[in-house]
């Protein structure tokens, strides 16, 4: 701060120049003169500065000097105006320092050849940087997907991964599966995924292939870090393709590809709760196609099954929209093919059979979730249901009618309609109100007699635990399960499980809601619940089937007639010893679904959830986590 | 000029329009003259000018026709009666304005405005001012009535007649200065004033008696040598008092080191003074080394004449907020040691706040110092501020179902629902701390203005949300081959126009949209237009003209700022020259010049409703202004330095000035009083910034910090350090989530503004004493920082779906 530090002009600087301009000052004038002009060379630099700053620069240029001195009304000093810094030079005998001034030899320039071009001309460039949702920004010089070539890093990721997924190496596939679904800079390869995703239909011969693209879509919709926008209708469509169509796989008897329509199903309804709302109409669209197919009588009856198995998975309000109203349509032709004791049939025969049990589960849960919605129409079977303290999920389980969120329930009905009337079915959309549950039920239950009931079940069906013999069809369908009054029955699940899929998302049904955080269990206890679950489903339909009388009694018609006799309790027990909702005990192994009103806090959530997010970070995960459980949760 | 003339005269805050408020604006039109700021502003001035300009250029320079503003303001003053009185007390821009003679040294001040009109033979003025301030009149000495005389005797005898009538006052400030005897200066604009006035001494001649009569309170009071003595004494007191009240004391060093140089330097002890500096100048806060640097240069009495800092420093009083106790402290320990010398610069100079209450901590007074004048006094934040936003206009949004379908089908899902809301919210009813609607008259909305919102809307709906975890990408638009200097930059609220002011005084526009920029055909093409064709909008354009960059040629000097107009019609752009320009961008040409500023004009701003832009420039003053008038409306003075930066509120009613004083000013368009002063900069504000709820206020500095602002409470709320250099740039997302600040250090820094501005709970305590505790957590609200390679970041802007746009040029 001191003086020293600022540059002085010498008493006989000043005297040089007074000299050199004929003039001679004495000492004491000199001294006073180079202080004031110290002064004011400073206070001249110091406003310049000011200039400078607007400028917006660093560098103090000449310009803003001669701009301070002009505001101070001193002449501008000219000549010094050039952009490149000046070049001292030092004589060094006198420690003298001056700027370098060539003379210029105007005829040579003048007559120059190469003439200087004009400097370019000023623009804007635009330069993007991308941030992710962590607010990284993407490698210099990378743009999003939607206008990037790939880089060489990017491709090979592309190429280790789709071997990977596609090889032979389980192990490989599973790393490979996992980084897909954790990556956050694989946007730009989303298309490729996409495309390849898409192969579904070249590989209709390779069940092993189907699945593992099916798996390789879901890593895809699991990744928080992808948007996938439109891509979701490509992908809806590869899943669908494996739900619905007539397989090359499945010309072999002996291929499971009943599996693979329950865990594309199961992935549809993934997709359309996780992403459905960043397509619009996708909801009409998938329930159409299903339609369509399902009204088909030329269609294979796997089709059928996919079109059942697909209505299922996207919640009991599809099923009621289109399945209950086809069925009297559609069960006279699987009727005709149960009936064909015929040998060649047979094949076809036992497809009938899946195709009934899957209708037959869709159906029940169907009644099920009536009966829960029915008696408290206003706020749905939301306040039964523990599910929606889950987050995201609240939105999809608290609805109603389990339609899908971006289109209200009225519009999508019409929509349908005028859609499901050009496609040539015969249902009446326009008119459709939803059936009253006693004639729904018993419906049904024309369709499908005893088994329903029995499937149907209330908690006192719980109670019986002894062993039965299976009606018929029952019989035919799982074969395994007539003689079955032992704990080897797990042993045959896989047979069970494939049926069992197919009331996957379990949406909205208390039985299958997977436990609410706070009851979640620890892995161990789930996979024992899990187990003992099948057990008990097991163990139920055989309880329900050991008497048509009994069955009788324990559906309890009068509660649907009589729906306002109180909000039904339902009271589901996992795993342990079966108990009635009085006696609660062995709390570790229960779960008692009572209706109370799901915690208001979950609203907002639910809302901000639907506004169009981009980025959608760490929704899917949780959802798919639940819902991943759920995979393995028989009814 | 296409100018609705008609809608405007409406307007009661234009000139020439109802009675009403013309009170008002003559008041704050003439007011801030009998203000010592401004009193202070013409000295300084004087001395700026250094009496080289010769009067009669600078009055040709003003020498324009007669004003139909001027001609009703002398019609229809009569509301000013009942108006003036309040504005006597009411307060102006430094508060310090007393009609009553205040402590001495402002009747010298005023003593020597007095003499000074008198020597300017502007008697008239020199006899309101003297009223106004009510001296007696025997303050002047005789000659100076008589040199009444000389001014147009009509006026003078009606001022005569009914003196006391603060109306006929008026009629008589504005007679006598247009008629001011000589001077053919016939424009009204306060500026001309000024600058007539600080021309003339100039031509009077070469001594100044008036500036010394200001520095003579610099005249000697005690022995030279004796100085060191004191300033150690309370040194040493300051530092052995406790703790907690050093902190407070030490806010002492730095005005008295400043006053006692200054007190030498005057009395020409220079060698007692330079040792004075050397040995304490280390003592002083390091955020005040630049004064100390400007100081240190001066060692000489006739320095000080020319040095404005030095003229802020001795006209302002100094600001320090101290505890009673240790105020009792203080004044008990100069008691005893007789330390009269102290006491003295103590007061005369400095003004202490005084508080009851714990006495604040060393980062608590850190944080509000650093300015030019000290701190805010408190009562200068207490007035209330409408912060709130109007209402929008309700425009029903027509639905066109056709257009959502096609959205829809590209798969961007939109929903009905956050446009009700957004809706919804925006028609709420009135915000309690929203001004009234009719506070100001704004301009009304055209069809245009109306599609423009529609249109706003309609891109809302599509805004991402940002937050800590949702961060918006940028896209920097670099100006290559910018060799001549990019000086402004500004992008059209919709994000389709960019503009450069350049130092080669060219304004260049961009457009970043694959639509072109077109001139309107020539007025004889125009005539052979279908005037009633549906496109005829359309067909006004001249297609040859279509370019993506046009040039508009007209100042004289680097353009420092630029603004659209919200309709995009218009562009303004102030220059070095000391004028601000209206462009339009339908022609590209030049349709207004605005002169007044008469020194460089570092920054301009249109209102977020247009019509009103605000300027403020080298001369300390900035000037409210409305397109169809060449005058401004408003002359917000106070500052005790350049004003670098100016911001409007989002509501209208409100300015922002950032200045070179390092202290932030809030200006109240409606009666131009002063309603905020924000300290703590420790350096010149160069950005500022208004969140887009209007409560909060960003700005940003040389050094690199960037302070938030609560307006309502008047309070700082937060500091964000990060920044190496310079924020030439500040911007709030659109739903104020983000703060973006891009800085000469070449970085674009987002900053957690929610959290900023969610973690503070001003409790009353806080909002009454106006003590901060700032938590350092710069770090934590930091979001990220982004490098360009070698671009400093001049701008910024939020697009209105949430990119964040950035400019600069590139700097090989």
Same mark, same amino acid.
């Given at each position: ?74 002449? $501008? ?85 789709? *071997? $990977? ?22 946007? $730009? ?71 693979? *329509? ?83 049939? $047979? ?289 | ?16 329009? !109802? ?17 010592? &700021? ?25 020498? +324009? ?9 002398? &019609? ?12 006597? !007390? ?33 008697? +008239? ?13 025997? &303050? ?137 500096? +050397? ?122 179902? +056709? ?143 279509? @370019? ?142 208004? @969140? ?69 709970? !001003? ?21 990220? !920082?982004?490098?360009?390679? @070698? ?17 600069? &040029?590139?700097?090989?």
């Amino acid at each position: 701060m001191s003086e020293r530090r600022f540059a002085e002009v010498s008493r006989d600087s000043v005297k040089l120049m007074a000299e050199s301009a004929g003039l001679e000052l004495g000492d004491e004038v000199a001294a006073l003169l180079a202080e004031d002009v110290c002064y004011r060379l400073r206070e001249a630099a110091q406003s310049s500065a000011q200039f400078m700053r607007h400028a917006k620069r660093k560098k103090l240029t000449v310009d803003d000097f001669n701009k301070a001195l002009r505001w101070s009304n001193v002449e $501008a000093i000219c000549g010094y105006g050039a952009q490149d810094a000046m070049l001292f030079r030092s004589v060094k005998e006198g420690e003298l320092f001056f700027v370098e001034d060539r003379d210029i030899n105007l005829i040579e320039l003048a007559l120059a050849t190469n003439i200087p071009k004009g400097c370019a001309e000023t623009m804007v460039r635009a330069n993007v940087a991308y941030l992710d949702g962590k607010g990284n920004v993407g490698p210099q010089g990378t743009v999003p997907a939607a206008v990037q070539s790939l880089s060489d890093d990017l491709l090979k990721y592309y190429q280790q991964i789709t *071997r $990977a997924i596609l090889g032979e190496d389980p192990h490989l596939m599973k790393v490979a599966l996992q980084d897909l679904q954790s990556n956050s800079k694989i946007a $730009a390869l989303l298309p490729y995924f996409v495309y390849v995703i898409s192969g579904v239909k070249s590989v209709s011969h390779d069940l092993e292939q189907l699945n593992r693209l099916l798996h390789m879509v879901k890593s895809l919709v699991q990744n928080p870090y992808l948007y996938l926008g439109s891509y979701v209708r490509s992908l809806v469509s590869s899943v669908m393709y494996c739900i619905l169509e007539p397989l090359a796989a499945s010309i072999n008897p002996l291929n499971d590809h009943w599996t693979l *329509r329950d865990y594309a199903a199961l992935l549809l309804s993934h997709i359309f709760w996780t992403h459905g709302d960043l397509v619009s109409g996708l909801y009409r669209q998938i329930l159409l196609s299903l339609q369509k197919v399902l009204s088909d009588p030329v269609r294979p009856l796997c089709s059928h099954y996919g079109a059942v198995v697909g209505l299922h998975a996207l919640g009991w309000k599809a099923v009621e929209r289109v399945l209950f109203p086809h069925l009297p349509a559609y069960w006279a032709n699987l009727q005709a093919v149960l009936d064909d004791y015929s040998v060649s049939n $047979a094949q076809v025969k036992a497809d009938g059979h899946k195709v009934y049990g899957a209708i037959l589960v869709a159906v029940e849960r169907l009644l099920k979730m009536k009966a829960l919605s029915l008696p408290q129409p206003a706020e749905g079977c939301s306040s039964s249901q523990p599910g929606c303290l889950a987050g995201p999920m609240g939105y999809r389980v608290s609805s109603p009618g389990l339609s899908p969120p971006p289109e209200p329930l009225a519009e999508a009905g019409l929509g349908i309609a005028s859609h499901l009337q050009a496609g040539g079915a015969g249902c009446q959309w326009e008119e459709w109100s939803p059936v009253p549950l006693p004639a729904m039920y018993s419906e049904l239950y024309s369709f499908f007699g005893d088994s329903l009931a029995v499937r149907f079940s209330t908690e006192q069906s719980f109670g019986g635990f002894s062993p039965c013999t299976p009606s018929h069809f029952r019989e035919t369908r799982k074969e395994p399960l007539g003689h079955v009054s032992n704990p080897d029955t797990t042993r045959k699940m896989p047979q069970l499980t494939a049926n069992l899929n197919i009331s996957p998302r379990q949406d909205g049904s208390p039985r299958t809601d997977p436990p609410p955080p706070s009851l979640a269990a620890t892995g161990s206890v789930r996979s024992l619940a899990r187990s003992s679950m099948q057990r008990s489903r097991a163990s139920s339909s055989r309880s329900g089937q050991r008497s048509i009388g009994l069955s009788r009694d324990v559906f309890p018609k009068a509660r649907f007639t009589s729906p306002h006799s109180g909000p039904p309790t339902f009271s589901f027990v996992i795993g342990g010893r079966q108990m009635g909702r009085r006696c609660q005990g062995r709390r570790p192994f229960q779960t008692i679904f009572v209706p109370t009103p799901p915690p208001p806090v979950v609203l907002p959530r639910v809302y901000t959830h639907k506004l169009p997010v981009i980025g959608r970070v760490c929704k899917p995960l949780r959802r798919w986590t639940r819902s991943h459980y759920s995979l393995h949760l028989p009814l | 000029m296409n100018f609705k003339k008609a809608g405007l005269d409406s307007c009661p805050l234009t000139l020439g329009s !109802t009675d009403q408020s013309e009170g008002s604006i003559l008041r704050s039109r003439w007011f801030p003259f009998f203000n010592f &700021a401004h009193a202070q502003f013409i000295f300084k001035m004087a001395a700026v000018q250094g009496g080289m300009v010769d009067a009669k250029d600078e009055l040709d320079i003003k020498s +324009e026709p007669p004003s139909d503003g001027f001609g009703n303001s002398n &019609a229809n003053d009569g509301r000013l009666l009942s108006s003036s009185p309040g504005a006597g !007390t009411g307060g102006t821009a430094t508060g310090n304005n007393k009609p009553a003679p205040g402590p001495p040294e402002e009747q010298q001040t005023l003593l020597a405005v007095l003499q000074f009109l008198k020597k300017s033979k502007l008697a +008239e003025s020199a006899e309101i001012l003297r009223r106004e301030a009510g001296l007696p009149e025997d &303050a002047l000495d005789p000659k100076g009535t008589d040199a009444s005389g000389s001014g147009p005797g009509l006026a003078a005898g009606s001022g005569q007649v009914d003196g006391v009538d603060a109306s006929s006052l008026l009629s008589r400030v504005t007679v006598s200065s247009s008629a001011a005897a000589q001077a053919p200066k016939k424009d009204s604009s306060l500026a001309a004033c000024f600058y007539s006035l600080s021309a003339s001494p100039a031509a009077a001649g070469e001594d100044q008696p008036d500036v010394s009569v200001v520095l003579s309170a610099y005249s000697q009071q005690g022995d030279p040598s004796l100085y060191d003595a004191y300033y150690s004494g309370l040194k040493r007191f300051i530092e052995s008092v406790l703790d907690c009240h050093r902190a407070e004391l030490s806010q002492l060093f730095y005005p008295l080191f400043v006053h006692m140089y200054l007190e030498l330097v005057y009395n020409n002890n220079e060698s007692v003074a330079k040792a004075f500096f +050397e040995k304490f100048s280390g003592d002083q806060e390091c955020y005040y080394e630049q004064d100390l640097r400007i100081l240190s240069s001066l060692t000489k009495k006739e320095h000080m004449k020319g040095n404005e800092t030095l003229l802020d420093f001795r006209t302002s009083k100094f600001v320090l907020r101290i505890s009673r106790d240790s105020y009792q402290l203080l004044k008990r320990h100069l008691q005893e040691r007789q330390n009269n010398q102290i006491w003295n610069i103590i007061q005369e100079h400095l003004y202490i706040d005084i508080f009851d209450g714990m006495p604040r901590s060393k980062s608590q007074i850190d944080a509000m110092s650093g300015s030019l004048a000290g701190e805010a006094r408190r009562e200068a934040n207490k007035a209330k501020v409408f912060y709130g936003l109007l209402k929008e206009p309700e425009i029903e949004l027509p639905l066109d179902d +056709e257009d959502e379908e096609a959205e829809n089908e590209e798969g961007k899902p939109k929903k009905k629902k956050p446009k009700k809301d957004s809706m919804g919210s925006k028609s709420k009813k009135q915000d309690p701390n929203a001004p009234l609607q009719t506070r100001i008259p704004l301009p009304e909305l055209k069809d245009s203005d109306k599609l423009d919102k529609i249109m706003y809307m309609k891109e809302s709906t599509k805004r991402i949300r940002l937050g800590s975890d949702n961060l918006p990408s940028i896209c920097f638009y670099t100006f290559l081959n910018a060799y001549q200097g990019l000086t402004a930059v500004d992008v059209t609220d919709d994000s389709s126009l960019i503009a450069g002011g350049f130092a080669d005084s060219t304004v260049r526009v961009w457009s970043v949209t694959p639509k072109k920029l077109r001139k309107v055909k020539s007025a004889a093409d125009l005539n052979l237009i279908d005037k009633e064709s549906d496109d005829v909008l359309e067909r006004i354009m001249d297609e040859k003209t279509a @370019s993506e960059l046009k040039i508009l040629y007209g100042h004289s000097g680097p353009v420092y700022g630029i603004s659209f107009s919200p309709d995009r019609n218009y562009l303004l752009s102030s220059s070095e020259d000391g004028t601000i320009r209206l462009w339009s961008l339908q022609t590209f040409t030049c349709l207004v010049g605005y002169k007044g500023h008469n020194y460089p004009v570092w920054d301009t701003q249109f209102s977020p409703y247009g019509y009103y832009f605000v300027s403020g420039g080298h001369d300390r003053v900035a000037r409210l202004w409305a397109t169809d008038h060449y005058q401004p409306l408003r002359i917000f003075a106070g500052h005790l330095a350049d004003i670098t930066c100016t911001r409007f509120h989002p509501n209208s009613n409100y300015v922002a000035t950032g200045s070179s004083d390092r202290t932030i000013r809030l200006w109240d368009v409606l009666n131009g009083n002063c309603v905020r002063i924000f300290t703590g900069h420790k350096g010149p504000i160069h950005a500022l910034a208004f @969140s887009p709820n209007g409560k909060f206020l960003a700005s940003g500095a040389t050094d690199g910090r960037v302070l938030l602002w609560d307006i309502g409470h008047g309070l700082m709320v937060g500091e964000l350090k990060g920044h190496t250099d310079t924020i030439y740039s500040l911007r709030f997302s659109r739903d104020g989530e983000i703060l973006a600040s891009g800085s000469m250090d070449n970085t674009v820094r987002l900053w957690d503004a929610m959290k900023a501005f969610d973690d503070l709970e !001003t409790d009353d305590f806080t909002a009454a004493t106006g003590h901060i505790h700032l938590q350092d957590n710069s770090q934590e609200l930091l979001l990220g !920082t982004y490098m360009t390679k @070698s671009t400093p970041v001049l701008h910024l802007h939020f697009t209105r779906r949430n990119l964040l746009l950035a400019a600069g &040029a590139y700097n090989p």
